[in-house]
């Protein structure tokens, strides 16, 4: 049996949803085993954390300085290979680069930078180190979603020529109408999270979404976002119009402020011979419709579905899998380009798109900022 990959993970500590998640899609699948990183600015936290999740200390370090002095010390079969990025937006980009110029292979949360000039810069290392980048785009790693892919991408709806995507979320809503309180959350705050909050956060999941599963990319946008209250630097909220063609558009919806809304991503994409609706909520649904039959339901386990699907669906027909099954299945896809296997690029998201996402949100607060115009990506 082949040894597992060695990773690292930077932050993610303490009670954070996003290390929970990372830590149980990497042992998912037996591939890789958490052996150190830094999980917390205080190192005295970072080993307490350590400790409480079972992992010895001896490679649990200060800083990302620390981290790379240490483990670039290392024999090369006992260095950590691979480099989970958990950290705020802010630290993507200086922690990702110092990895990849120091050969680590890097898993990073989306989005991949703060700014456009930070992700084509990254772009750059990457291609010179010649290392695995994947950015957690994590709803790619749907079993149905990636059998959508490959039917979309096959012709089965023929070709695309509306694309509805939405994602509704209201869990700033009751700290918005605070103003103290929104004061102190980092995704308001441009220092920490960017140019923007929703856009960045999860209508750049939709944008992604959006060329990922019709493999075409939007080549112009426009867009109208809110920040609610006028001491609010970033949108909370947004409607973005999306062109892939003269004949093919889009609308991409987002919010942070959609009352009583919990992770309502939502996909629709309609072709000349049929579409597609999927719900993250109810992700083992995939309803195909046409206009010369019922509607057909899809669902991940089948013999029905391709290679892809099948291979990310580790249960039989009927038992539900959810968001930790879909990250796994994007570290499971890193872990065969590490080992240099044969995988689909759907697998997992890389670099180049990594920085389309960056492009998207710095072309949807200029679209909104010079009055609601069309821009080219």
Not at 34 to 56: C, M, Q, R, Y
Request: charged share 25%; hydrophobic share 35%; proline share 4%.
């Amino acid at each position: 049996m082949a040894k597992k990959i060695k990773l690292g993970i930077l932050g993610g500590g303490g009670d954070s949803l996003i290390g929970v998640l990372h830590r149980v899609a990497s042992a998912m699948h037996d591939q890789f085993e958490i052996v150190g990183g830094v999980f917390n600015p205080d190192i005295n936290e970072s080993i307490a954390f350590a400790e409480k999740i079972g992992l010895p200390t001896n490679r649990i370090y200060k800083d990302l300085d620390a981290f790379v002095e240490g483990e670039s010390k290392l024999p090369e079969d006992e260095k950590i290979q691979v480099v989970s990025v958990l950290t705020p937006n802010f630290l993507h980009f200086p922690m990702a680069k110092k990895l990849v110029d120091n050969g680590f292979h890097v898993i990073c949360e989306k989005p991949l930078t703060t700014s456009l000039k930070e992700a084509e810069i990254l772009e750059e290392a990457v291609k010179k180190a010649k290392i695995v980048f994947a950015v957690t785009y994590t709803y790619t790693g749907y079993p149905i979603v990636r059998q959508m892919r490959e039917m979309i991408q096959s012709g089965v709806i023929g070709e695309v020529h509306k694309v509805d995507i939405q994602y509704y979320q209201g869990w700033i809503n009751p700290i918005l109408h605070d103003k103290e309180v929104r004061k102190t959350i980092w995704r308001l705050d441009p220092t920490k999270a960017g140019i923007s909050s929703c856009i960045g956060d999860i209508g750049t999941h939709a944008f992604n979404m959006a060329e990922y599963l019709t493999g075409n990319e939007v080549k112009s946008i426009l867009a109208d976002l809110n920040t609610r209250y006028e001491d609010v630097q970033l949108d909370v909220d947004g409607t973005v119009l999306i062109r892939f063609s003269d004949y093919s558009k889009g609308v991409i919806r987002a919010s942070q402020i959609a009352t009583g809304e919990e992770n309502g991503l939502t996909v629709k994409i309609y072709g000349s011979k049929g579409g597609f609706n999927w719900e993250q909520e109810n992700p083992n649904f995939l309803y195909h419709l046409t206009d010369d039959k019922p509607v057909q339901i899809l669902k991940p386990g089948h013999a029905y579905n391709g290679e892809v699907s099948l291979d990310g669906t580790k249960l039989p027909p009927g038992h539900p899998e959810g968001i930790f099954d879909s990250m796994g299945n994007i570290y499971y896809g890193v872990a065969k380009a590490i080992r240099g296997l044969d995988y689909d690029k759907g697998e997992f998201i890389n670099v180049y798109d990594g920085v389309r996402g960056m492009k998207f949100i710095e072309k949807c607060v200029e679209s909104n900022k010079s009055g609601n115009v069309w821009l080219d990506l």
